[in-house]
């Protein structure tokens, strides 16, 4: 009967031997850098979505998947809650043969427990579902590490009214970033990956324009001359910097904050073939550019 197991004992049998039901993590360690995929192992502890890196003058991210959640109920046998125990007597009236179940949702205090008690019949109780590769593929997704983008502007510490500025972010993060992680709970163990593709790169150039681009873009090659290079990502200013904030209080020395921020699409796989989408990524860096109007000298 129910009154017959103590769930206060019941609570610390189930903390110390029980296969939890939220799922586990399963770390696989290290990274594998081919040049144009990162592949991690990424263990899974229901942290919060982050992204980072260290390049960049100044950077942040956002975005992150999901954490991975039990099924529920989520019904595991009482012998195995509790090693070489049976819960004790079927319930009056139970259906026979059978026997005593645990609801992992349940486990948490003692009245919990007690109601998370279930007597099944024999063939009755519930199958058991392993953890959804689309949630563990949003868990894996969490644990990316994905790179600060490191600002190249041309030209580079000075811009001038009129004249193109080229935008770029260092094209070696502009490759696939993947990880995989392991969710178990009583009705086995999935193990999904999350892949992130970088996909565009939104410009905030400081004077209120905002340019978006497919690719990395390219940096000027001061050793080539202009007719040999172009770039499809680049902002003319139309005004100088002068009065925007600087660090030392001189209103003519002021510069415009630019920030480039890397939109990654983030897609999900299972084993079983199944696959989809997860919410995008974004990692961030901003740096400082001083704009000046260029005087003409007239003979």
């Known amino acids: ?121 024999t063939g009755q109780a519930p199958t058991i579902a392993q953890p959804d590769p689309a949630t563990v593929g949003a868990q894996a997704a969490s644990e990316l590490q994905l790179p600060t983008p490191s600002l190249a502007l041309s030209p580079v510490t000075t811009g001038y009214v009129n004249l193109a500025e080229w935008l770029s972010v260092a094209p070696s993060i502009w490759h696939l970033f993947t990880t995989s992680a392991k969710a178990c709970n009583a009705g086995g163990c999935t193990t999904a990956t999350a892949t992130a593709t970088p996909a565009i790169v939104t410009w905030s150039t400081g004077d209120g324009s905002v340019v978006t681009c497919n690719g990395p873009g390219a940096a000027y090659n001061p050793g080539l001359s202009a007719s040999e290079q172009s770039t499809t990502c680049s902002h003319t200013y139309t005004t100088t910097s002068a009065g925007q904030p600087d660090p030392n209080g001189n209103p003519n020395d002021g510069a415009f904050t630019v920030t480039a921020s890397v939109t990654w699409t983030v897609a999900w796989s299972g084993p079983d073939g199944s696959a989809g989408l997860l919410p995008s990524l974004i990692t961030q860096a901003s740096t400082s550019l001083k704009v000046t109007q260029i005087e003409a000298v007239n003979d």
């Open 1 to 121: 009967m129910r009154r017959a197991v103590s769930a206060v004992v019941l609570a610390i049998l189930i903390c110390a031997a029980l296969p939890t039901g939220a799922a586990r993590a399963s770390a696989s360690g290290g990274c594998a850098d081919s040049g144009t995929t990162l592949s991690c192992g990424s263990g899974m502890g229901g942290d919060p979505g982050r992204s980072g890196g260290s390049s960049g003058a100044s950077g942040a991210s956002s975005g992150g998947g999901g954490v991975v959640q039990r099924h529920c109920p989520d019904y595991v046998p009482y012998s195995v809650a509790v090693p070489g125990g049976v819960g004790g007597p079927p319930p009056p009236d139970a259906a026979q043969p059978g026997a005593w179940y645990v609801d992992l949702c349940s486990v948490g205090n003692a009245q919990s427990i007690s109601q998370g008690l279930q007597w099944f019949a």
